[in-house]
């Protein structure tokens, strides 16, 4: 019974397509790769749908960025990215960008990790993962690395959003550490010289002439 039912099928499908059973099999396997394959890299609507709704709620997720306006070195690396529930910082020439969208790169893990909580310049104008050029130090720099950094500034500038500055520091030299050597302060508790000294200046003077 089952013989005669193949042997009936052989001949419908020679009699209708013109083709042998086994090139009519293939065509219909390939057929069915081919369907495979494309629905597989396009994908239905309700799939497209979803995979943008999942986006989207990821995107939600992350708050909004904090302004933290001028802060020092030190503190900027409490945001790199050991902290889940902190933003994750990075600055460039000393301009702090919320980089939190970007923590598979930045983040714990990611292949740029190492920059996230320093102004890393120096290191992004040279390419280096050194642990000396993880600063903002950037004199010295040639031209091709200058440009190099300022690409990546302008990529900061247009994709991420600026939170804050870097304190700046300045070289107070001959003060209270009695060696005669710099001491470095942030720029708003530098204080110049006072008027008592160069008023014992005066009076020393004034006790000579007399």
Known sequence: MGLQLWETLKEAITAYTGLSPATFFTVVALLWAIYYVVTGLFGSS?????????FEEQMELLPPPIQ?????????KQYDGSDPKKPLLM???????????????????????????????????????EEQD???????LGPFELDALQD????????????????????????????GEAS???????????????????????????
């Open 46 to 54: 309700d799939d497209h749908h979803q995979r943008s709704r999942a």
């Open 152 to 179: 990546w500034e302008y990529k900061f500038m247009s994709k991420y959003v600026k939170v804050g500055t870097i304190k700046k520091t300045v070289a107070v030299t001959g003060g209270d550490n009695g060696n």
């Open 91 to 129: 600055a460039i020439k000393g301009q702090i960008y919320d980089v939190s969208q970007s923590r598979m790169f930045y983040g714990p893990g990611g292949p740029y990790a190492l920059f996230a909580g320093r102004d890393a310049s120096r290191a992004l104008a040279k390419m280096s993962f």
């Open 134 to 140: 993880l600063t903002g130090y950037i004199s010295g």
């Open 184 to 210: 470095w302060t942030t720029e708003g508790d530098a204080k110049p010289a006072g008027d008592g000294s160069s008023q014992n200046a005066v009076a020393g003077t004034d006790a000579k002439e007399e």
């Open 68 to 76: 933290l306006g001028e802060i020092s070195e030190e503190e900027l």
